[in-house]
């Protein structure tokens, strides 16, 4: 049995888009540059990248401090809303695009375009800056995104018929090899991310129009 690995679905800006987002908490004095910064598990992976980033950071802006708190991945929800909720919250944040998006329908981010220059909006990539658009406010400032990537079973394609080189590219196309090789031979040809909301962004991204 022979796989292949290949790259299927175009980049993705809704499943592992980081989110940085502004705080509620009142605009700090000058004497106190201390900004709080809150990541989601990324210790102990990711520790030596990001001590080094804010040791940049800091010193590009002299007198700012950068505290980072990482906070488990389980528990950021209840945190950040009990933290907003108390107007304690950090100054950044580090939230997926899904939470982030139910924090600016209750007003508790800032319109991060009203901080940045449009140099600085224009390094970024157009469709990935909408993903963080809720109405006429931009919520948050991509972090990072992540390529999906599908798996597939050569030997099934060579005896449905097709060609195990020209994997299908797009939705529309995968409806129509799937059809094949399930005719040809009695399997099924794609199962879908079952994980949290994936399901529906998937029918998103398929073209289904999920509310009218």
């Given at each position: 049995m022979t796989w292949k690995r290949?790259?299927?679905?175009?980049?993705?800006?809704?499943?592992?888009?980081?989110?940085?987002?502004?705080?509620?908490?009142?605009?700090?004095s000058t004497s106190d540059r201390t900004i709080t910064f809150w990541t989601m598990q990324l210790k102990p992976t990711f520790t030596e990248y990001m001590?080094?980033?804010?040791?940049?950071?800091?010193?590009?802006?002299?007198?700012t401090r950068v505290e980072w708190v990482d906070v488990p991945w389980g528990e950021m929800e209840n945190?950040?809303?009990?933290?907003?909720?108390?107007?304690?919250?950090?100054?950044?944040?580090?939230?997926?695009?899904?939470?982030?998006?139910?924090?600016?329908?209750?007003?508790?981010?800032?319109?991060?375009?009203?901080?940045?220059?449009?140099?600085?909006?224009?390094?970024?990539?157009?469709?990935?800056w909408k993903a963080n658009r809720l109405g006429d406010i931009t919520f948050a400032i991509p972090w990072y995104v992540a390529t999906d990537i599908?798996?597939?079973?050569?030997?099934?394609?060579?005896?449905?018929?097709?060609?195990?080189?020209?994997?299908?590219?797009?939705?529309?196309e995968l409806a129509e090899v799937a059809a094949q090789i399930k005719q040809n031979t009695g399997k099924y040809a794609f199962m879908l991310t079952m994980d949290g909301g994936q399901v529906l962004e998937s029918m998103v991204q398929m073209g289904m129009t999920l509310v009218t």
């Open positions: 290949r790259q299927f679905i175009s980049m993705s800006t809704g499943l592992l888009l980081g989110a940085c987002a502004a705080s509620t908490r009142s605009p700090q001590t080094d980033l804010i040791a940049e950071f800091e010193s590009q802006n002299p007198g945190k950040i809303l009990t933290a907003i909720a108390a107007n304690s919250g950090p100054d950044v944040v580090n939230l997926n695009p899904q939470f982030a998006t139910k924090l600016a329908e209750k007003g508790a981010l800032v319109d991060v375009e009203t901080k940045l220059t449009p140099e600085q909006k224009a390094a970024y990539f157009p469709n990935i599908t798996i597939y079973n050569r030997q099934i394609f060579e005896q449905a018929g097709l060609d195990p080189d020209k994997p299908p590219k797009t939705y529309a």
